[in-house]
């Protein structure tokens, strides 16, 4: 995918760059094709740069012990994966690995530190990310101490629904690429327990779930949940 007539409209780095470094960024990345379920990267591996996703569908996630892991974020078009290993240690924290085949361009660590220089629009948008990231964390935490099993189910797929939904389309089905028990460990429920509240959720004509898809059928719903 060219960046210099990239028709990606969810793309960050052509939401928030200066044309004139369009061609830039497209010098300096890397482009990758990775069948679904393999690994970007692993939690602990040194930072050299980020990538920013143009197709398919992510999921990070942060081991607990040698055999459970956390899944912590899911990231779609357009979005960055690798910022969160942006800190003094200079290590991911997560593990990355793709849902669905996808494309990711790679941004070398210094490049993209010279982008967010030249770019003064494209910092800004990052200061809102991470705030917006702190939030979501401070969100979950909250839920996983006093938050019910509906709240829990329902933010999950609030979450869902912002990283890979069509958010113009009327009639709105997420394709998740997800099995159950993921998108339970998501939204920090047992899959019997997801699966009920899911039945609930039917029951209330908020959504049909057909195998790995999930049809919505109330959006208002969900977009006032998250807004």
Not at 125 to 130: A, E, H, K, N
Not at 180 to 199: C, G, H, M, R, T
């Amino acid at each position: 995918m060219d960046c210099r007539n990239c028709k990606n409209e969810k793309c960050i780095i052509r939401q928030h760059c200066l044309s004139e470094w369009l061609d830039y960024v497209q010098r300096v990345k890397t482009p990758t094709h990775l069948y679904e379920r393999k690994r970007i990267f692993s939690e602990g591996d040194l930072v050299h740069g980020l990538y920013i996703v143009c197709t398919g569908k992510i999921m990070l996630s942060m081991a607990i012990d040698d055999k459970h892991d956390d899944i912590v974020r899911l990231a779609g078009e357009g979005q960055i994966l690798g910022h969160r290993g942006f800190y003094d240690d200079m290590t991911y924290p997560v593990s990355a690995d793709t849902i669905t085949p996808s494309e990711l361009a790679f941004i070398p660590i210094e490049d993209f530190i010279k982008l967010v220089r030249k770019n003064s629009d494209f910092a800004l948008f990052l200061i809102s990310f991470y705030a917006s990231e702190l939030l979501h964390s401070d969100r979950k935490l909250q839920l996983q101490i006093s938050g019910s099993d509906r709240e829990k189910a329902l933010y999950a797929l609030q979450r869902v629904y912002e990283a890979f939904a069509d958010k113009k389309a009327e009639d709105l089905w997420l394709e998740l690429g997800l099995d159950l028990e993921k998108l339970a460990n998501f939204a920090s429920l047992s899959p019997e327990d997801f699966v009920e509240i899911l039945d609930e959720f039917k029951a209330e004509s908020k959504l049909v779930l057909e195998g790995d898809q999930i049809h919505v059928l109330d959006v208002d719903f969900f977009r006032k949940s998250i807004n």
